[in-house]
């Protein structure tokens, strides 16, 4: 089964849920886990770079995040290690899967409008083709509105 888990988390709270899972699924699989909290490069932000050249982000909440996903991990008995990193989700990730070697990919998902997917990219898909092992795509366990108004 699997052994090598890489769980990736942007902060936000649907990949937060995918981290809980994946701590989970790792502590019962006896695998080793990796977590990569990885913050896309967000046009905003290359804007604001572009007028100012030189601004810096605080990667602080990042870092803060990493270390209490590594504590919770450790917690549970999971051997665990991590990096944070910036750019591209779906490279990042496929990157950090072939050198940790992991045999699974959890992540979060989020709805988002098509403005907001023209926006940021069809990553989601581009992640199929980078990532050589199976994903598994955690999602909160309440019912959303819109699931509800269709059954």
């Known amino acids: 089964m699997y052994k090598r888990i890489l769980l990736a988390s942007d902060g936000a709270h649907e990949s937060l849920v995918a981290l809980r899972e994946g701590a989970l ?31 810096q982000r605080d990667p ?9 996903g590594l504590d919770r991990l450790r917690t549970l008995g999971v051997e665990a290690q991590g990096q944070v990193c910036i750019g591209e989700p779906a490279l990042v990730i496929g990157e950090t899967a072939r050198t940790f070697g992991a045999d ?3 992540v979060g998902h989020r709805r988002q409008s098509i403005l907001q997917r023209w926006w940021s990219g069809a990553s989601g898909a581009y992640l199929v083709d980078q990532v050589g092992c199976s994903i598994l795509v955690a999602r909160p366990r309440h019912t959303e509105p819109a699931q509800a108004d269709r059954r």
């Open 60 to 68: 602080q909440p990042l870092l803060d995040l990493l270390a209490l």
């Open 25 to 55: 699924m790792a502590q019962a699989l006896g695998a080793v886990a990796f977590l990569l909290i990885v913050e896309g490069e967000s046009a905003g932000f290359q804007f604001v770079n572009a007028v100012h050249p030189g601004v």
């Open 104 to 106: 699974l990919v959890i």
